[in-house]
């Protein structure tokens, strides 16, 4: 079982940054599939970036593709998601996941979550 815990969230103003980090813990990470999820208020959680420990290609929302970048540091077992250019309507707790197999848009594990607001 891997074991993610986020942290970075935190109040920004529209067209300013964050920086997103989950530490990853357990066994045999390089064969997740590790991505980054968002619920905001009233709506349901949504894909946001997720990209394998290995080599590929990431994958992006349509809404964040552009702005937000999704990376990982394989010696510090920790994935980013760099928040450039944000907007109100990307107000949101912030989740890490694991996939175990081949499906990036359900995941296995989720980390507590990161709150992460956009003041306009």
């Known amino acids: 079982q891997v074991q993610l815990v986020e942290s970075g969230g935190g109040l920004v103003q529209t067209g300013g940054s964050l920086r997103l980090s989950c530490l990853v813990s357990g066994d045999k990470l390089s064969t997740y599939i590790m991505g980054w999820f968002r619920q905001a208020p009233g709506k349901e959680r949504e894909f946001v970036a997720g990209l394998r420990w290995g080599p590929a290609a990431p994958r992006y929302a349509d809404a964040v593709k552009g702005r937000f970048i999704i990376s990982r540091d394989n010696a510090k077992n920790t994935v980013f998601l760099q928040m450039n250019s944000l907007q109100p309507k990307d107000t949101a707790t912030y989740y890490c996941?694991?996939?175990?197999?081949?499906?990036?848009?359900?995941?296995?594990?989720w980390g507590q979550g990161t709150q992460v607001t956009v003041s306009s």
């Open positions: 996941t694991a996939s175990y197999g081949s499906s990036w848009y359900s995941p296995d594990v």
